[in-house]
């Protein structure tokens, strides 16, 4: 069974469940959700197990589930099992424990999955609308913070504002190409020529809206906002569920459906690349709100990997820079997700009755007050930085490495110093957190939900570092787009 | 002993020997030992110098200046967000239009609706004598 | 046992680290003992390196690395990445360096530090770990890994347990010598991108690496001898890049600071002999190059010596002759002939020892006092005689006294570099002299006359612990000052190779090699093949 319409009936369930259940039983809400995360994953795996090279299409060829797909589908997955772990004390704190939230994530997820496995556009789109909508809910949910009404409204319009101006992208294309389809898009565009005015603007409206989603300056001016004001476990999820989603969608349809315009995006790539990377770490070094910080953090990781990905853009296909910009994205947003969730995990677990908790001064001390989180709270940042033995340097070593295979020395080295930069307010959150008498020196209580969250992925993150072997060989198997011939060279 | 005024040759030499050392003597303090100080002097002063370039101009210029610059960058870069969803918005469809045109080599067309904008935004705050995000009078 | 000699040594230091996370915070005594019993037994293990190392000194082998263990790309074979360790003579006597300072320091730090106890030792056995590695890493990838794992327990050591800017130091050396890292490791990639372009095999693995990494085009070559020359240089560090070690010395506990003068910054040095010199042969012997190395040692040995002449701290003054004494040894690796290149290691290895003890000198006093001002300081020999009398044998060490180590050192890389051109001994040679000035002025103006500060007159003498742990170093400060000779024969072999290698490629220099253009010029041709 589609584990898409597998997550959906959960969702429902838990609907209904939670008009029944009392409030102190709220969280058989998070066990019902976890449960249908793990089943889905049960699905995604069954489907893995006996999946044809060619992957499998359904809905009148608008869903094709590839390896590509499954890759994508165990990372979302695995993004909402931790989100799943990491709210349910928050919440309860917050006091606003309802099942819709669950909901919502588990809805989300199914959304992401459309998005990732779609190769029809209107399925693609079906997909991002349904994601975003879970996700404009759930950055709102604290109903009685204003801040978290203001994000969500803020990143609603925006959302909506950059949905529409992708439509109309696409529109433009299924006007060009007589079809929805991304192979139909794809032959349409091999024969036209790339300069003609309506094919510019239609690939610049839709780049326009895959950026939003990902972030990427000049369409980033909703993240820290959002970031900032959304519950802080729903910030660790969208950070990583969502931009992972983003950029499956991003992949599909540049990489497959607008190929042969490659050379018309990837120049705009180069610009939008660096400037993000410049904003985000230049923008981020004198924040003092913890998840804003994290916010433009995580807007520099985006300017990584679009580096990356104009490696790929400039390189032959099959070529090892083509490969190994592919191979780095998608580890990228491997470590990305745990690394992150980690983070925002350890951020959540200072929320208290008193204390919000996302202030650089509201981490001070934290060796005292939970020396364990405040030692895995390191290792996050440390592979937030790119520094091996931590997950986050398999990343970066794959992203540069696609940049000098394709000849970008100074791209290269631009790239690397900024990741100096994002060492820098890395350290400050280090600094304030190890270095700085506590405000307070009572132990900080930390739910078995939290420690799971926090421990899973700081297993992940240090056995992704030290023994990256498996890992590797699974993204080198989900490398290619199934149906794209150029695109589904394999490296064994 | 000699005694009297009557020096012989070699009391002559012995004195001219006493002179000779006490002129050697002079000039061994007075100006090789001065030329020695002299030289420890200098390297004194040379190495002050030093500690004083290694701290403001290896140091300062080379290290905290580029550090104290790329904080101070980082203040305009986030005056950007203003908070006003109405200007990212504006900014996203800047950017957009902007590339669209330059792709399409139409940047005439596109600096002069810019300054167009311009133009008409700056009337229009003179004529109705409003600034925006400012807080009206209205609410004290 | 004897294959995996190389990895009990490596991770002795970090089964230690484990064990103490078990051990409760607040039990100290257990704590100090345990971390003391690994360091110490960490030392104890690599002992029997020595033996076993001595008996094959002269033994040629085909990558002239001895104790080889792990097979090629057995680590990540699908990066092309091992775990491959080896040493040959230069590396051997770095790791006996590491092992002792390790030991040594932690001894050190038995009264010095009582916050955080737990933290400081289990931070400092990992950084050991993380030292011993980079020396013992044949694998490029393996140790870029350790040479970047080991900035974050320094950072730490300082940021935690330092002095007054604590924070400001830390954060300066870990972004400074960050930077050089990550440059460097565009470096590798180019390196490894390259020997896949010739060979069409993914791997990281250094003696295969050396064999391609000359064939780099002179124009490519170049600046990835650049991109190398920052990582190592600032590390080194070399005039201009030193001024994040005198910040990271003056606020690091006392332990931090000898293991850092002693171990970290030779991993610079390290660096140039064990990469830069065999993978850009030609760029390194091209004259302006080896010009500007040459210079740029000469202005550290002058300057270094100059700034450290007018400090008014301790540490400061310590530090500054780090680079002082390192530029000496840089100087001896950039002569590029066998004399320089022996003299710059035993020198390193003597800096360690007798640098080590100078800071051990500083913390005895910062700690019975805290504060390191010189001013504070007068007539100390009157009060602590044994400690004035370990002292001045160091600091003579440090000055390059014959019948001590550090005149062995000096000696040789000043032949080496007359050798080259007489010039640049010409103009290291005053350094000695400058020297000489600190060393014994600093010691004049804190050990003789009378006890100036009556805050001195009641300092208690040197502990047997404290005792213990200069021992060491005076032993070897006299070994190698007395009889050199088996540290030489140590380090002909690999010197040898190194000079063989300068020399059969210099001659296909700046003409430039028309060899292979890493760029993708054929790209159906590049077909990747990962190696297993």
Redesign the interface.
Known sequence: MLPIVELAIFALGILLIDLMIPREWKWINAVGAFVGVLFAALCVWQIQSTLPPRGLTGFYNSLLVDRFAIYFWYLFLAGAAVAILNSGHYLDVEDEHHGEYYVLILLSVAGMMCMAAGIDVVLIFIGLELMAISTYVLVGFLRRDRRSNEAALKYMLLGAFSSGILAYGLSLFYGLAGGTNLGQIARAMSGQNPHNPVVVIALLTTMTGLLFKIAAIPFHQWAPDAYEGAPTSVTGFISVSVKAASWAMLLRILLYGLWPLRSVYTPVMVVVAIATMTGANFAALTQSNTKRLLAYSSIAHVGYMLLAFVAMGTSQVGSPGFLDGFKGILIYLLVYTFMNLGAFAVITSLRQRNVIGDELDDMAGLYRRAPVEAALMLLFLISLAGIPPAAGFLGKYYIFLSLIESGHYGLASLGVIYSVFGLYYYLRIANAMLMRAPMETARLPVSLGMRCAVGVTALATIVIGVYPEPFIRGVNWSLGIAQAPHVAAVVK | MVEGRQHSALSRLGYMFLALSEAASWFDAKVIDRTVNGVCSI??A???L??WC?KWI??GL??NAPATI??L???P??S??W?L?Q???L??VT??VG??CC??EVMRWFWLTIAALAIGTIAYMLLTRRVPAKASSKYK | MQSHILSIILFTPLLGALVLLFVPSDNKQAIRWIANIFAFGGFLISLPLVPLFWAQRFEVTPTHFKFLEGTPNNWIPSIGAGYNLGIDGISFLLIMLTTLLGWISILSSWTAIETRMKEYYVWFLVLQTGMLGVFMALDFFLFFVFWEAMLVPMYLLIGIWGGSRKLYAAIKFFLYTLLGSVLMLLGILFLYFHHHTVTGVFTFGIPELYKTAPLIPFNYAIWLFVAFFVGFAIKVPIFPFHTWLPDAHAEAPTAASVILAGVLLKMGTYGFVRFSLPFFPAVVSHPRVQKWMIGLSIVAIIYGALVSLMQKDMKKLVAYSSVSQLGFCTLGIFALNSMGLTGSVLQQVNHGISTGALFLIVGILYERRHTSEISEFGGISNVMPVYATIAMIMFLSSMGLPLLNGFVGEFTILQGAFTANWRWAAWAAPGVVLAAAYLLWLYQRVFFGTVTNPKNEKLHDLTPREVLTFAPLIVMALWIGLYPKPFFQILEQPVNQIVQTLHDNANTSAAGSNAVNPNIVNPNAAAPKASN
Do not use: H, P, Q
Request: no cysteine; net charge positive; proline share 0%.
């Open positions: 390297t004194r040379v190495a002050t030093s500690k290694d290896i140091d080379g290290v790329a904080r960058i980082s203040y870069m986030r950007s967000e908070g969803m200007w990212y918005a900014v996203m950017a957009l590339t669209a792709l399409l």
